[in-house]
T-cell receptor
Framework: NAGVMQNPRHLVRRRGQEARLRCSPM?????VYWYRQLPEEGLKFMVY????????ESGMPKERFSAEFPKEGPSILRIQQVVRGDSAAYFC????????????FGDGTRLSIL | RKEVEQDPGPFNVPEGATVAFNCTYS??????FFWYRQDCRKEPKLLMS???SGNEDGRFTAQLNRASQYISLLIRDSKLSDSATYLC?????????????FGKGTHLIIQP
């Protein structure tokens, strides 16, 4: 039973390019969460999605960042026109239900902006 | 006041010793609490949930004190492999799901 799968593991982009991070939740999980971990910082919530719906995006920067979780396929976190400050580890987690269920994390995608 | 606060450490502890650390949270309506373990540059992994009655899993014991709004983690007979960062995690309740709120973690180093 595969866990949460994220790819790529490492992503290098130049300033101004686009970054696409993918996350496939655990089998049977329909709730997906994205977190960002900046160097020397704790994990920060970005967005919570269910299939085809964004439930809570209160942690997403207002510009350049978007997320989707289509009916088919993985969840995608998209960062347009990346800047140096976007360099971080981006973790995806999934759960079966919304509350009182621990989230299972993927290995993360480490984004480096040159 | 930060939502979830932990002493960042590092805690340097000799192998075999007992170590404990706390985490305080500010949202009194929080309902779910967890301890996650994160190794260097790896993803967080669930260590244990924290129940109102407290719970124990082998050498690890977690406690919840709602009145004082803190949770604790006790590790007995510490092993070298326990060296990691321990993240205190609190889940918000009611109306919207903003996911989990993570503390910045307590760095534990077990020394031989």
């Amino acid at each position: 039973n595969a866990g949460v799968m994220q790819n790529p593991r490492h992503l290098v982009r130049r300033r101004g390019q686009e970054a696409r991070l993918r996350c496939s939740p655990m089998k049977g999980h329909s709730h997906v969460y994205w977190y960002r971990q900046l160097p020397e910082e704790g994990l920060k919530f970005m967005v919570y999605l269910q299939k085809e719906n964004i439930i809570d995006e209160s942690g997403m920067p207002k510009e350049r960042f978007s997320a989707e979780f289509p009916k088919e396929g993985p969840s995608i976190l998209r960062i347009q026109q990346v800047v140096r400050g976007d360099s971080a580890a981006y973790f995806c987690a999934s759960s079966q239900q919304e509350y009182n269920q621990p989230q299972h994390f993927g290995d993360g995608t480490r984004l480096s902006i040159l | 006041r930060k939502e979830v606060e932990q002493d960042p450490g590092p805690f340097n502890v000799p192998e075999g010793a007992t170590v404990a650390f706390n985490c305080t949270y500010s949202n009194s309506a929080s309902q779910s609490f967890f301890w996650y373990r994160q190794d260097c540059r790896k993803e967080p992994k669930l260590l244990m949930s924290v129940y109102s009655s407290g719970n124990e899993d082998g050498r690890f014991t977690a406690q919840l004190n709602r009145a004082s709004q803190y949770i604790s983690l006790l590790i007995r007979d510490s092993k070298l492999s326990d060296s990691a960062t321990y993240l205190c995690v609190v889940e918000a309740t009611g109306g919207g799901a903003d996911g989990l709120t993570f503390g910045k973690g307590t760095h534990l180093i077990i020394q031989p």
